[in-house]
């Protein structure tokens, strides 16, 4: 079912994120099979693979050792401290309650008495790890490009590109067997659509800081794409072939460069660190706490839960909108027909309901698992998109853009949803007669 693999940019990589795809055993054994092909071989496959557009280094990247960049401390050891440290709280939590446990009952009088003879130290020392964290976490607020709003960003761009390079090895050889050679039509295609959106948008500094790169992956059920943070593009060629036409490519990809000039990756990234110092203070309250050990697995089953729902999921929508609004505006600016914007997300909206008519039998899910998702829904983003058209627009004209169409492409896929409903209602009542005729 083609909708169980709808667009959606941060499934590859800003849902797995870098930091937890680091801590995989598949990702190192692919980095070594990287690292053995010889730097010859290397440098020959990324540029059969990518087209570039700027006389950069991207092509000069097999060569750059991961040793050699410079850097305090290697972000990959803070990612496999935190789930080291995840791991020693919850044992040292646990032998913590076993060992009062075990106490005879003066013991545990004695023990009473000292804690609350230390109370105040004790409480000292709390007010001083909470305000600490919170200097970290103030001294750590950046400036989000273009939109300017207030993040906290963990890592330097620095360690953060040493994530990204070993992110991009990855991919090229998760889909070594089906990349498109960088001179086939299709990568041409999307290249063409990548570079009228770069070269429209110069203005801003933080596209110049990027080395964009297009890769397509020949996928036809695949309807997605996704940016890695310094710029290097992924399209899968199913969704290609479900764009109408070059201005539902441009909005997507617009997107796409969007999340990479904001840098949602390192914000991403940065805001699963502070999830996950949060994660670690809560796993020392439950198995502390908590009577048994599978009580205490399930607990913290729960609380992992709760805290994506409450944390992460929000936070990822927030992002996605950000894109959104940033992307129609790069789009716009690059004379691409911005109506185009919604009458993609409605067309993936339809298909959807179509898919939910194919399993339940209505065009909702019976449950609404929306809380669940890291990306707004369709109908939600094509509501946005719209809301922001008009805007856009004058945008565009702004941009020296040749006036559009009068033929507003929502008035034409309005006409075309109703006629594929109506051929859907036929088709039931087909269904019916037919039944009937056997009766
Ligand atoms: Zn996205």
Redo the contacts with the bound molecule.
């Keep these: 079912m083609l909708t169980n693999r709808i667009l959606c940019?941060?499934r590859l990589f800003f849902q797995s994120n870098v930091l937890i795809f680091c801590t995989r055993q598949r990702s190192f054994s692919t980095i070594l099979s990287w690292n053995r092909i010889s730097k010859n071989n290397r440098f020959k496959i990324i540029q059969n693979r990518l087209i570039r557009y700027e006389n950069k280094s991207y092509l000069l990247l097999p060569k750059c050792s991961i040793h050699t960049t410079p850097r305090r401390y290697n972000p990959i050891i803070s990612v496999i401290a935190r789930q080291v440290l995840k791991v020693a709280t919850m044992f040292t939590a646990r032998a913590i309650r076993k060992w009062y446990q075990n106490l005879p009952k003066e013991r545990r009088k004695i023990v009473f008495a000292w804690l609350a003879k230390h109370k105040l130290k004790f409480l000292s020392l709390f007010i001083l790890l909470s305000l600490s964290l919170l200097y970290y976490y103030e001294s750590h607020l950046q400036e989000t490009p273009i939109t300017q709003r207030k993040r906290f960003i963990a890592f330097t761009p620095e360690q953060f590109r040493l994530l990204n390079r070993i992110e991009l090895e990855t991919k090229l050889n998760e889909f070594s067997n089906r990349l498109l050679p960088g001179d086939h039509s299709t990568t041409r295609r999307v290249a063409k659509v990548v570079k009228q959106l770069i070269e429209a948008n110069r203005d801003i500094k933080h596209i110049d800081e990027h080395d964009w790169t297009v890769s397509v992956i020949d996928d036809p059920k695949i309807m997605n794409a996704f940016v890695l943070p310094s710029g290097n593009i992924f399209v899968f060629s199913g969704l290609l072939s479900f764009c109408d036409n070059d201005h539902q490519l441009g909005i997507i990809l617009a997107?796409e460069i969007s999340?990479a000039i904001l840098a949602h990756g390192i914000e991403l990234a940065s805001h699963a660190h502070i999830v996950d110092l949060l994660f670690i203070g809560l796993l020392g309250f439950v198995w502390m706490f908590f009577p048994t050990d599978t009580i205490a697995a399930i607990g913290s089953f729960i609380s992992k839960l709760v805290m994506n729902i409450m944390m992460e999921t929000p936070y990822s929508k927030m992002l996605?909108t950000e894109?959104d609004e940033v992307g129609i505006n790069l789009a716009a600016k690059s004379c691409f027909d911005i109506r185009e914007a919604s009458v993609f997300w409605s067309k993936m909206a339809f298909m959807e309901q179509s898919s939910m008519m194919e399993m339940f039998g209505q065009p909702e899910s019976p449950v609404n698992l929306d809380f669940l998702n890291t990306h707004p829904s369709h109908k939600e983003r094509s509501k946005n998109l719209d809301r922001l058209v008009d805007d856009a627009i004058i945008c565009r004209s702004k941009s020296g853009c040749p006036p559009l169409p009068n033929m507003d492409p929502r008035i034409r896929a309005r006409i075309s949803d109703q006629q594929k409903m109506n051929e859907t209602f036929r088709k039931e009542l087909q269904g019916i007669f037919h039944i009937k005729d056997l009766e």
Excluded: I, Q
């Design positions: 940019c941060s997107h999340h996605e894109a």
